[in-house]
């Protein structure tokens, strides 16, 4: 049950999904930040870090996108090195998953988010052929690759497949369930590059952005709010909300409109129901922050949420204190405003294209 390794990297995306509202200056004291850009994550990475201290700040930054390579180095499914790779080729043999992957894991029980958010669907990720132009799978074969994800099991505090499978196709290479971390592996890369900035005890307050992830370090010196701005999901130049974090926070866009293609006039792309192994109809976005969430928080809640649909969302974003925006299936926005004195704001700036 070898796969064929492929080569594109982790949640790779055509574009970003939100965009960071902060200037990056040059120069380095007191309040004025340092901003690096590098390609990470499959997409652009960009760290802007407060500090009295140019030099520390700029050694700072280098350490962060070392603790955001080395997430990426374990959990990237399509990068044949990775320790999930190799979980990934042998996937019904026990073995332990490496604490990264135990980390989403845990945070997936931990938010009570496992019936839309599934580590499990490489094979079903891959009956669309997204990274090329795109396939319409065919319905038994995604049935079949959609139980073998859901035949897997996590087992004590590592992971494994359960052994009880179902009986495999020989022809049928692609369905082999496997896990594939593109839904959390973002966020969970910019935590750790948060905690690499903390610890570096250099610098004050940062942000940091991967497209459809952003995190903040403490709160931004010049005593303003960390603005960041949610594009418009038919015209990704376009900003149409922003949110307001005060100090630490994180925030996570999901869409339809990040890794698609088109057949028959119908839209599949890249957030697929764990359930049907379909892509998850109904949103064209969503957008989750708070304050109390970590950056891989975020980065599961989006993908879950947009995949339960708007009327869940608003609940579990009421429950538990998260600020919501998204865009409905016929482009009409909606907000879920966090409470108040929780330190997050969303305001709308545009209506969305419909
Ligand atoms: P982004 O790629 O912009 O970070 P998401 O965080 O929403 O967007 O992640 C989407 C990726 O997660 C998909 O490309 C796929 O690899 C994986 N995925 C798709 N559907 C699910 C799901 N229901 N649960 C977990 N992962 C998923
Ligand atoms: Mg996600």
């Given at each position: ?133 795109g396939t319409v799978p ?123 293609f088109e057949a028959d006039g119908v839209r599949y ?10 892509p ?75």
């Amino acid at each position: 049950m070898r796969r064929h390794p492929r080569t594109t990297v982790i949640a790779c995306i055509a574009c970003t999904a939100v965009l960071a509202l902060t200037a990056g200056l040059g120069g380095c004291a007191a309040d004025e930040s340092v901003t690096v850009s590098r390609e990470a994550l499959g997409t652009v990475v960009t760290i802007t870090a407060y500090g009295d201290d140019e030099a520390q700040v700029t050694a700072a930054i280098d350490g962060a996108f070392a603790a955001i390579a080395a997430v990426e180095a374990g959990l990237d499914a399509y990068d044949p090195g990775s320790a999930v790779s190799a979980f990934n080729q042998t996937p019904y043999e026990e073995r332990d998953l490496p604490a990264d992957a135990l980390a989403v894991l845990d945070a997936v029980g931990r938010l009570g988010v496992g019936d839309a958010f599934s580590p499990a669907l490489f094979g079903v990720v891959g009956q669309y052929s997204f990274d090329s132009s795109g396939t319409v799978p065919d319905a038994a074969r995604l049935a079949w690759a959609v139980e073998a994800a859901a035949s897997f099991q996590r087992v004590g505090d590592g992971g494994r497949f359960a052994e009880e499978t179902l009986s495999i196709p020989a022809c049928d290479v692609e369905s082999y369930p496997g896990l594939d971390f593109g839904g959390a592996a973002k966020g969970l890369a910019l935590d750790r590059a948060r905690e690499a900035l903390r610890e570096s005890g250099g610098v004050a307050a940062a942000i940091i952005t991967a497209g459809s992830t952003t995190v903040t370090l403490g709160t931004k010196p010049d005593g303003g709010v960390w603005r960041i701005g949610v594009e418009d999901p038919r015209d990704t130049g376009r900003v149409v909300a922003v949110f307001a974090l005060e100090g630490e926070g994180a925030l996570s866009t999901s869409g339809d409109y990040q890794r698609y293609f088109e057949a028959d006039g119908v839209r599949y792309h890249h957030i697929l129901d764990p359930a049907s192994g379909a892509p998850a109809y109904g949103l064209r976005s969503l957008t989750v922050a708070g304050t109390s969430l970590s950056g891989l928080d975020s980065d599961i809640l989006s993908t879950a949420l947009f995949v339960r649909g708007e009327t869940d969302a608003l609940r579990y974003a009421s429950a538990h204190g998260c600020a919501l925006y998204l865009v409905d299936g016929e482009g009409r926005a909606r907000i879920a405003p966090a409470p108040d004195g929780s330190g997050v704001t969303v305001a709308e700036e545009a209506a969305p294209r419909r």
